[in-house]
């Protein structure tokens, strides 16, 4: 859990989204090719933790009539309290740790939580915001542009980045447009997408 007293310490954030069983070991939205990043994050999430610096796991958790379903082909996934919005099992012994803190959204942006929104008023020095998780042109995207347009109204000059190597979608081998586009989106809005940590 999050230590209260280091809340205006942190410089630097990690977010970690929706690396849930739900996309990566079951269910209706699962794809277990996503597993593929998790290496990387793990190694990020340590390094993170190393510096002493914050990180974010964001979760799926969906009311039962949550307005996304029918949106997305009436796909039921990850409800609030389920073994599917639980972080998966390389993750979960992570998200104890005194400089992690979750946040539980029932929309494909981590920015429209409430909790993440009322978290982000007390980070007053972050100068760096990275992301990872899944998925690349739906949930990361919708909450890195979120984001991105949230720091320009507020005039914080903290720079986003997305991990290429920490990111992946569900069947992504036919997403290609859409993965592309989002990037394309990404970088015409000053994200910096970064291939490798390194």
């Known amino acids: 859990m999050i230590d209260k007293k280091k809340i205006k310490?942190?410089?630097?954030?990690?977010?970690?989204?929706?690396?849930?069983?739900?996309?990566?070991?079951?269910?209706?939205?699962?794809?277990?090719?996503?597993?593929?990043?998790?290496?990387?994050?793990?190694?990020?999430?340590?390094?993170?933790?190393?510096?002493?610096?914050?990180?974010?796991?964001?979760?799926?958790?969906h009311t039962k009539k949550a307005r996304e379903f029918s949106r997305f082909g009436n796909t039921p996934h990850c409800l609030k309290?389920?073994?599917?919005s639980e972080l998966i099992e390389e993750l979960k012994p992570l998200e104890s740790k005194d400089n992690t803190t979750t946040i539980f959204k029932n929309s494909t942006s981590f920015?429209?939580?409430?909790?993440?929104?009322?978290?982000?008023?007390?980070?007053?020095?972050i100068k760096k915001?990275?992301?990872?998780?899944?998925?690349t042109d739906i949930c990361d995207f919708n909450g890195i542009m979120g984001l991105a347009n949230y720091l320009d109204e507020h005039d914080i000059p903290s720079?986003?980045?997305?991990?290429?190597?920490?990111?992946?979608?569900y069947n992504e081998e036919n997403r290609q447009e859409y993965i592309k586009a989002a990037y394309l989106l990404m970088a015409q809005q000053g994200i910096n997408l970064i291939r490798s940590k390194k």
């Open 9 to 61: 310490t942190y410089t630097n954030c990690l977010i970690v989204v929706d690396m849930v069983n739900g996309f990566v070991k079951e269910g209706v939205m699962h794809d277990e090719s996503i597993a593929k990043v998790v290496p990387f994050q793990l190694n990020m999430i340590e390094d993170y933790q190393k510096d002493e610096q914050l990180v974010v796991f964001v979760r799926d958790a």
């Open 81 to 84: 309290g389920s073994h599917e």
């Open 111 to 125: 920015m429209e939580a409430l909790k993440f929104r009322e978290l982000l008023t007390k980070l007053k020095r």
């Open 129 to 135: 915001y990275e992301v990872i998780g899944c998925c």
């Open 159 to 169: 720079e986003v980045n997305l991990y290429l190597d920490g990111v992946a979608t």
